[in-house]
């Protein structure tokens, strides 16, 4: 039994899953709260919208790519697109650590502008606190987002066997940008974080396919393996995903071989999993490669009637590999 | 000149309005965030919502009257009622160290969720966070928090000479609450927390008297003195507080005497200050006192087109002092 919070806990796989499900469902039980979605989908009068809550805790604040203030920026934007919303309102909580520079404070501001423009934002509430040194770890910055809902951008049917899954690009990139950061690592990278405000490229998709897309979810902590097991996790849908068809950047392959990590369980900010009706998947392919943040966009498997509750990632000789939700995350505080 | 983040700038003083001044409105500026409420008055479709967000880091996080828990709640329900709204929906966003105990984390979210009945709120959106050891503090709670407003709730017309200024009860027991404990006093208290779900005090008002009240606002970090120089500040309204009026505990007063602190710039967290007009003052007081922590309100004073951007503290003497804004708080991490 453990008795104390572990950093795994904090990590978006099974000890995460456990702690949600056995801590904070049982205390905040309601139906909004139980769809476990990127965002509540709410009802605001005669209005559907959308909200959201992400703490940013990534160490270290300044990455390859990025730093913790667009990051905070574009992760609640994606949440909120990922749940069929156009983003709109966006609050900030800081929590600094006392002696954190000041200028290095203006740069991180200063980069939420940029995002809040380029996304389309507004930050229009927001909190700090001070703690002494000691007591944090620099910044730390919570964001929380409304977005607001269409009904018919909503899926007209949940997802189902045979529906394509189409990912918008490489993986792994942001973990391993922050990695080679963080840990000093003797190489030469060009690796960049991927972060992105993703509703520039899902907005056009609901507005151009409305009801077509039947789940979608940004690959954050986790990575790619553990989205696809959140999908299929307690369903009678299996899912397969083919190998030669999830995009890896050479570099970043490379770098995982050599520190024996699966690009598929690491962190991505710019990336997301489409699940869309076998019929239309080709067609949404096509368009998402004219958006933004699409160029790459490649169609990764399909859900499946086979193996329900499993993902089985396809090599290309044929076999086979099932791929579970590990434990805690490979990278601690990667976002 | 400051090049690094100070406590003080946390503390709802001077340098927390100069940080919000000179560095976070520039970066963010849009007409929402520059009303510079407790929360942000939107538009969601043909709704108007209101949204806020607060980060709690108090410490330590159980104190006498309450934890944590059930302050991030009700401070974030609070928030929303000043802002002339229903609070509905809450966010909550934890940032937890590794090694914290799980059963504090239970006994944490026991009394959430019991505030949350108790306010009539949801937890609709979450996410857990976890930082190694040392790299935080036990736990760090973030609440933000969505509200439906009545048109006819808001105010008719900005707050003018001769408005009443009442409060709901007595001063500085939140601050002293966990002061006490903070420092281990050889003292016997039984001074607890005032953390309270305001809404209770406030619904009943707004549908009472809509239209009527002109300004709230709770009187958290920086006390009741700090929350009375915010709405005169940079107006052409001075404010006039009676001593004799403002409500403050025998021992709170002593503890305040023996602390050499000035309960006036203590912490509340289930105090807010009324700015009622004139002719309506009265009446409004005597239904507050039949309602749930309305008990001990009273009138304290009164806006005056005397000393602009003042505030003054008649004494039963006759005599007047003035009531700054202090730069810091007098109490670090009260909230």
Redesign the interface.
């Known amino acids: 039994m ?10 978006g796989g099974k000890l ?1 899953r456990d ?2 499900r056995d ?2 469902l049982p ?2 039980s ?1 139906p ?2 139980e769809k476990l ?1 990127d ?2 989908l ?1 009802l ?4 559907k ?1 959308t ?7 990534i ?1 270290p604040p300044f990455f390859p790519g990025g730093n913790i203030g667009e990051l905070a920026i574009y992760g609640t934007v994606n949440d909120l697109s990922v749940s069929f919303s156009e983003p ?2 966006i ?13 290095k ?2 740069e991180i ?2 980069s ?2 940029e995002a ?1 423009i380029r996304a389309g934002v ?11 040194k ?4 620099g910044i ?1 910055i ?1 964001t ?1 987002g ?1 977005g ?1 809902v269409e009904e018919e951008w909503l899926p007209q049917t949940p997802p189902t066997a045979g529906d394509k899954i189409l990912l918008n690009g490489t993986v792994a990139d942001h973990g391993i940008a922050v990695m080679t950061t963080r840990e000093n690592l003797p190489v030469e990278s060009e690796i960049v974080s991927d972060t992105a405000p993703l509703n520039l490229l899902i907005l056009p998709l609901l507005k151009q396919f409305p009801g077509k897309i039947r789940f979608m979810r940004d690959a954050t902590r986790g990575g790619l393996a553990t989205v696809i097991n959140e999908i299929v996790d307690h369903t009678l849908l299996g899912s397969e995903l083919w190998e030669e068809s999830i995009p890896v950047r050479e570099d970043t392959q490379a770098l995982c071989d050599l520190l024996g990590l699966d690009p598929l369980y690491i962190a991505n900010e710019g990336k997301a999993v489409f699940i869309v009706e076998k019929e239309s998947g080709e067609e949404i392919l096509e368009f998402m490669k004219t958006l933004p943040f699409g160029e790459n966009s490649s169609v990764i498997g399909e859900l499946t009637p086979r193996h329900p509750g499993r993902v089985i990632l396809k090599t290309p000789t044929g076999g086979g590999r099932i791929l579970d939700i590990p434990i805690g995350d490979q990278l ?2 990667i976002c």
Do not use: W
Not at 44 to 47: D, F, H, Q, S, V
């Open positions: 453990k008795s104390h919070i572990l950093l795994s806990h904090g990590g995460t702690l949600i801590r904070f205390a905040f309601n909004y709260l979605g965002s509540a709410l605001a009068g005669r209005e919208i909200f959201t809550t992400d703490s940013y805790v160490h709109l309102f609050s900030t909580g800081f929590i600094i650590e006392e002696g954190f520079p000041l200028n404070l203006d501001l200063i939420m502008k809040c507004q930050v229009v509430t927001g909190d700090t606190k001070v703690v002494e000691g007591k944090g770890d730390f919570n929380s409304i607001r601690p505080r």
